[in-house]
Every structure is written in structure tokens, then in C-alpha cells.
């Protein structure tokens, strides 16, 4: 029998590891893919998406079409749990259990919905991207009936981004501008640097983007908004925004986790409890120096993760990964603008906006599966 190599998800994480596929297969390994979508989303792009600045072919990758075109195979359903001692990955819905010699993870992080109560009709969460699709076709639906009021629950990169791109939306379709509210817990865009922040809240302000800082919220219940001191909001459409936690498939298994629940992983991306189980982007928890979830770690994990999944099966050494320095953060901000941010230097505008189109664009051109 073969050795088998398994992906959980094929996030950004598993970008280099997907295109080399054909190099485990030429080398007489089995690889399957396990993803509940046929596509995985971009997420860099995914507030541009729901703006309008690209059409979601623009932003995804064809993840089933590149593994089978590489002569992997592809599964389409969720991980729900790993069992170790056998080398299974059971999967929701399915009573499939997928074997495995060699175990990679990359399943991300999702929102975490603990304040919903009630009705969830409206109410769309930062992540899965895909999310963002279905709350442009609703916001487009909603308002074109007259003026409706959005709530942006949190005060991140996300938050941010997704309220200047409901603005951009609402004005490119002429459609009756909603109140758009960020409900920014007590401090706007908190932990950035304050010309940031500023920048963030000028740029916001101008389009008539409303920033609450009176409490964080506690509860959402059939489009009612409930704050920690007791007062009460409502919206038609409410996004949540509130930073991420890694996939809970690691704490469901009983593997080594960190606080978070990621996969603690040490400096080969190795699971510190199970050699031949590995990880990379939101879902680890980086043992030596706990992470930012931004896809730039995702991104710069990949050649590392690449090349210790062959180490693996092939029983070669292991390379260690280092995190790198200081990281780029451009932010989209809608209507063409961005806010760029890195060391000391700081700025906003068109031009900003532009080089993380540029960026975005060679990333996704980079890994998207040519005809
Ligand atoms: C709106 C938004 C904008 C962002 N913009 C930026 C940005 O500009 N720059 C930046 O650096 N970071 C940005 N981030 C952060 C960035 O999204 C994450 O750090 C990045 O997505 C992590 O990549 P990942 O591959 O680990 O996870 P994900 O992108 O979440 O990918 C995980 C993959 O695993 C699949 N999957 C999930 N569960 C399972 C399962 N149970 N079984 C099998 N497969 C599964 C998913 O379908 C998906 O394909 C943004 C986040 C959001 C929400």
C-alpha cells in the first residue's frame, strides 16, 4: 500500500504544497484533499469582493479542479476529528474515516457566533469569505427597498474593511445609502498604531460611517443589538466581526492544543504531541512565538510546509520555520482606498490601495490554476 499524505483544507497555508502535488504522486505517494468547498477563497480580497471591486472567480482558487488535475484526490466534506493511534480523519456528515502516513492541516479559523441568539437571517459572519457573497446580494436586496441601518460588530482589520465596503457598494449600485454602524466595543480599531487609527477613522467618518465605542456587545437576538451597559440597538443586517479562533477539530481529537485551541505545533510545523501530523496558518498555535492569524504567517509557512511533508514521508530531516519580521499590512478601505502600514511609515489613500491590488492580484495569479 501506498503512503498516504492528507490534507485537511487547502488554505493558504497548502498554496505550495497544491501546486507541487504531482511531485508526492510522481514519487509513489497517495494525496487527498479534504475541503468542504471546491474552491478556497481568498480572504485578503474578500472585503473587495463584497464592495465590488472583484467578481468572486476573481478571488478564489479552483482547489478540486488542481488536485485532480495533479492526480490527488479530492474530498468534498469537513474534517470533523483525528484519531491519532489509528491515523484517521473522520469527517462530518460521512461515515468515510480517510487513512493517513502523514497528516497536514490548514482547516483556518471561523467567527465565533456565542452572542446569536434567535433568528440567524441577516446575520453574516466575517469568515467563511463566502459569507460575504450572500450579504452583498442581501444588502443589495434589502436596500434598494429604502434606507436600512447595517451593524459591523467589532473593531479589527475586517470590521474596517467590510464597512468601507458596504459603502462602496451602496454608492456604485445607487442604491439609498444605509446607516452603517460599527459597534467598536470601547475603543476604535484598538492595538494599531494611533496614525492608523486615525487615518481609519477620518476615512470612515467621511463616508457617514457611524462609530460606536459605548461597551462592547453581549448579545444579538432577532436583529436587536444588546450592549454590555444595557442599551439596545437594532439592525437589518448585522455582521460579525469579532476576530477569529482557530477550527475546534484539534480539541474535539484531544491533541496537544495552545490557549486558543490551534494545533500547537513546534518550529517544524510539527504537532509537538505526533510526528507525522502537521499544520500551518490560523488553525496552529505556534509553540515558540504565538502568531498574529493574518495570512501573511499562512503565506510564509508555505515552502517550509512543502518540504517537510516530503522530509516526512521520505524519514529526511526536518527545516525549522521563522516567522520573519515585520509584516506589511495594507488595509481596504472601499471607494479605492486603502491605509498602508509597516515600521514608521504610514499612509492612505489611492495609492495605498493600488499596491495591495497589485499584491493581492500576483498572489492569487501566482497560484490559480492555469488552462
Ligand atoms: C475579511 C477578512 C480580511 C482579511 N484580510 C487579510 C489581509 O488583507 N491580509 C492578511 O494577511 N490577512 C487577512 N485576513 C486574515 C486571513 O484571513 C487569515 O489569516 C487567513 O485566511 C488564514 O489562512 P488559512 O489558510 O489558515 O485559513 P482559511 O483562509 O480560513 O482557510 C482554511 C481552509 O480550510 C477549509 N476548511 C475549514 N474547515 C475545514 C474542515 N473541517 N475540513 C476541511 N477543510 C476545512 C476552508 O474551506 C478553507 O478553504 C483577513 C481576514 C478576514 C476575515
Known amino acids: 500500500m501506498k503512503k498516504q499524505l492528507l490534507l485537511i483544507g487547502g488554505g493558504h497555508a497548502h498554496m505550495v504544497t497544491l501546486a507541487n502535488l504531482e511531485t508526492f504522486v510522481a514519487k509513489g505517494f497517495g494525496v487527498t484533499v479534504i475541503q468542504p ?14 464592495g465590488g471591486t472583484y467578481k468572486p472567480e476573481d478571488i478564489r482558487f479552483a482547489t478540486r479542479k488542481l488536485v485532480e488535475a495533479k492526480g490527488g484526490r479530492f474530498v468534498l466534506g469537513k474534517a470533523f476529528s483525528i484519531d491519532p493511534e489509528q491515523q484517521l480523519v473522520s469527517l462530518e456528515d460521512s461515515k468515510e474515516a480517510l487513512p493517513y ?27 467563511p469569505i463566502e459569507e460575504l457573497l450572500l450579504a452583498r446580494k442581501t444588502i443589495l436586496d434589502r436596500a434598494a427597498g429604502g434606507k ?35 459597534f467598536a466595543g470601547r475603543h476604535f480599531f484598538a492595538g494599531r498604531p494611533g496614525r492608523v487609527r486615525r487615518l481609519a477613522r477620518k476615512i470612515l467618518t467621511r463616508k457617514g460611517v457611524d462609530i460606536l ?21 437594532t439592525a437589518d443586517i448585522i455582521f460579525h466581526a469579532v476576530g477569529v479562533k482557530p477550527s475546534p477539530i484539534f480539541t474535539r481529537s484531544g491533541l496537544p492544543v495552545g490557549p486558543d485551541g490551534g494545533l500547537r505545533v513546534n518550529q517544524c510545523l510539527q504537532s509537538v504531541g505526533h510526528d507525522n501530523i502537521f499544520g500551518g496558518g490560523d488553525c496552529i498555535y505556534f509553540e515558540a512565538e504565538p502568531l498574529d492569524k493574518v495570512g501573511v504567517y499562512a503565506v510564509r509557512q508555505n515552502p517550509i510546509l512543502y518540504r517537510n511533508l516530503l522530509a516526512a514521508l521520505e524519514n529526511k530531516p526536518l527545516e525549522q ?17 486603502g491605509i498602508l502600514s509597516k515600521w514608521k511609515i504610514t499612509f492612505s489613500g489611492k495609492p495605498a490601495f493600488y499596491l495591495k491590488d497589485r499584491i493581492d492580484r500576483r498572489f492569487i495569479d501566482a497560484f490559480r490554476v492555469k488552462p
Open 101 to 127: 502516513d502523514v497528516l497536514s492541516c490548514n482547516a483556518g479559523s471561523s467567527v465565533p457566533r456565542e452572542v446569536l441568539q434567535g433568528d440567524t437571517k441577516n446575520f453574516f459572519t466575517a469568515k
Open 148 to 182: 436600512i441601518t447595517i451593524a459591523v460588530i467589532g473593531s479589527g482589520p475586517s470590521s474596517v474593511e467590510i464597512a468601507g465596503n458596504i459603502h462602496q457598494l451602496c454608492r456604485e449600485k445607487a442604491v439609498p445609502m444605509p446607516l452603517i454602524r460599527i
Open 37 to 50: 468547498s471546491e474552491y478556497h477563497y481568498y480572504s485578503g480580497m474578500g472585503p473587495g469582493m463584497l
Open 213 to 233: 465605542e459605548n461597551g462592547y456587545v453581549q448579545q444579538v437576538e432577532n436583529g436587536r443589538i444588546m450592549i454590555e451597559n444595557g442599551q439596545e440597538y
Open 321 to 337: 520555520f521563522q516567522p520573519g519580521g515585520k509584516y506589511l499590512l495594507i488595509y481596504n478601505l472601499g471607494d479605492g482606498e
